[in-house]
């Protein structure tokens, strides 16, 4: 070949890694066909990209091998180009307007293969897809896009959607939850929290928009008296601002309030009973994702910290028989009008969380809130949550009206478990979600015909009840459904919000225009003793 022609070589994109100790490897082959990427190779700049190293070599230990890597050399990512002109443009040094990805995909693949452009091998390198990471010119990490079921992390519910992504130039479909690094003058960690969070109900939900930084700081300007670049953060009421400017109805959840004691004033917990952390996880078990401001435990730091928590591992109860027992023994049985009850949102739990400095999906205590890129410990201060603008009952209000329909119906209550223990589990849940599930899952037709027929708001409060031998078996006794556009339902009548009652193979429901007290009076209608418990929490079980 004459020396006025260039190697084909140089155009060469793909490696494959056979361990996650070929990250060196994998730096140093894309340096050597793109003099750009050269400090972001180790060997010579380690110093300086550290980060960048670490977080690719990090993300890379959770992958099962072998593995296939596709490099774009000039990709434009629409959150760092939008980010370039709004701030990076601007300054007297210059920053390329470029951004270089990472696309990784489970075996091994070569251009023939990613370019066959069949529907069987289209079909094969979709379900092969793990995700990609943007790699950004001011040395930090940018979009990242990894589908938590091919990685290896716990059994875990984990709330994500559909992504396209492009791989040489053909399309395909990724699930994922959307995650970002930040870089610490536009995007910190709450603009990256709050970037992700509308990331995601953008692209699931139609009545929703994504938002790019330069929409998020517009919004921030009107909320904010001082500059907003550099950013220095948000506060919770500006979170709570930015959601609410994009249709949601969001409330803020604050663990410590200012309470007087003897005229002095004092730090004190604001909730009682449930307390804040199963306000938390009603949430989280509902399938929203929950942004969360941390403080240092530290008494010498007065820094913060943004991160989502998008779900929560898996102690499916229907799965694990022993997890009710061993649950038993760390917390209170409580005490409905003389019923002995287990709440299953007072349980145990881990979370999983999206950090800006760690891998996706997170899996972590409440008590145990450290981040391996973060010096010392941290804990929860406040929690936004992004509710649909039509849910007037919160949490705390849903675990209320329970309390006391179920101690107005204890006797009935009683008949239907045997005297065994209670056990509740209470969740948030789309009507037509709850309604396509009790179908799907009817014991008969007249099941199928009941829950069919039945007039829901959009959103309802749901509270299945069962026993220890009846939950491990996935089986339910009774449910209530609870009207979660009601307004201070427990202020006027005990049933006024709800809307059904099941004990068993007994029903009883009332429409929007009935009178209250109708909802417990049973219909003649032939429904099975039991039924299948509601597992999918509208998440997806990695």
């Known amino acids: 070949m004459s020396d006025n022609y260039k190697s084909f070589k140089e155009f060469e994109s793909i490696v494959v890694l056979e361990s996650p100790n070929d990250i060196d490897e994998l730096f140093c082959a894309f340096s050597e066909r793109d003099k750009e990427f050269d400090y972001y190779c180790p060997k010579e700049y380690h110093r300086v990209t550290d980060g960048i190293y670490q977080r690719v070599k990090k993300l890379l230990e959770l992958f099962t091998y072998p593995i296939t890597v596709v490099y774009d050399r000039y990709y434009v990512d629409k959150v760092y180009r939008d980010e370039y002109y709004e701030y990076y443009a601007r300054k007297h040094v210059v920053i390329s307007r470029n951004t270089k990805r990472l696309v990784f995909l489970s075996g091994v693949y070569d251009r023939s293969n990613l370019l066959d452009g069949s529907e069987v091998e289209h079909k094969r390198i979709e379900s092969s897809i793990i995700g990609m990471i943007v790699l950004k010119p001011t040395k930090t990490i940018g979009r990242i896009l990894i589908d938590p079921r091919k990685i290896n992390i716990p059994t875990a519910y984990i709330k994500t959607t559909k992504f396209e992504i492009s791989i040489l130039g053909l399309l395909y479909k990724i699930e994922a939850f959307p995650a970002s690094g930040q870089d610490r003058e536009v995007m910190t960690c709450a603009e990256v929290n709050m970037w992700q969070i509308m990331e995601y109900f953008g692209k699931k939900y139609d009545h929703y928009k994504t938002l790019l930084p330069s929409e998020l700081l517009s919004l921030t300007k009107k909320n904010s008296n001082v500059r907003v670049l550099p950013s220095e953060g948000l506060t919770d009421e500006q979170e709570s601002f930015l959601f609410m400017r994009n249709g949601f109805a969001p409330k803020i959840y604050t663990k410590l309030s200012e309470c007087e004691f003897n005229n002095e004033i004092r730090l004190c917990e604001e909730y009682g009973d449930p307390d804040f952390e199963n306000i938390l996880h009603l949430y989280i078990s509902s399938g929203i994702p929950v942004l969360l401001n941390l403080i240092s435990k530290s008494e010498d730091s007065c820094e913060g910290h943004s991160i989502t928590c998008v779900g929560f591992v898996n102690n499916d109860i229907s799965k694990q028989k022993g997890i009710i027992k061993n649950s038993i023994d760390k917390s209170d049985v409580l005490q409905y009008d003389g019923l002995s009850v287990i709440e299953l949102w007072k349980q145990e739990f881990k979370y999983v969380f999206m950090e800006d400095h760690s891998n996706p999906y997170l899996i972590l205590g409440l008590d145990d809130l450290s981040f391996p890129e973060l010096q010392g ?166």
Not at 384 to 405: M, T
Not at 457 to 468: D, G
């Open 377 to 542: 410990d941290w804990k929860i201060d406040s929690f936004v949550v992004p509710l649909y603008k039509h849910v007037f009952v919160s949490a705390e209000d849903a675990c209320s009206i329970v309390e006391r329909i179920i101690s107005q119906t204890s006797d009935r209550v009683r008949e239907t478990i045997h005297e065994e223990d209670l056990v509740l589990n209470l969740f948030l849940i789309a009507s037509r979600v709850y309604k396509e599930y009790r179908i799907s899952h009817a014991n008969n037709n007249n099941e199928k015909i009941f829950y069919s027929q039945m007039n829901y708001p959009k959103y309802l409060w749901v509270t299945e009840y069962s026993t220890k031998a009846f939950i491990t078996k996935g089986r339910a006794l009774g449910e209530y459904v609870i009207d979660a556009t009601a307004s201070k339902p427990f202020e006027r009548s005990d049933f006024s919000a709800v809307i059904s009652i099941r004990h068993g193979a007994d029903i009883s429901f009332r429409n929007p225009y009935d009178k209250t007290e109708d909802v417990v009076d049973p219909y003649d209608i032939a429904l099975g003793n039991d039924f299948e418990i509601y597992k999918d929490n509208n998440s997806v079980n990695s």
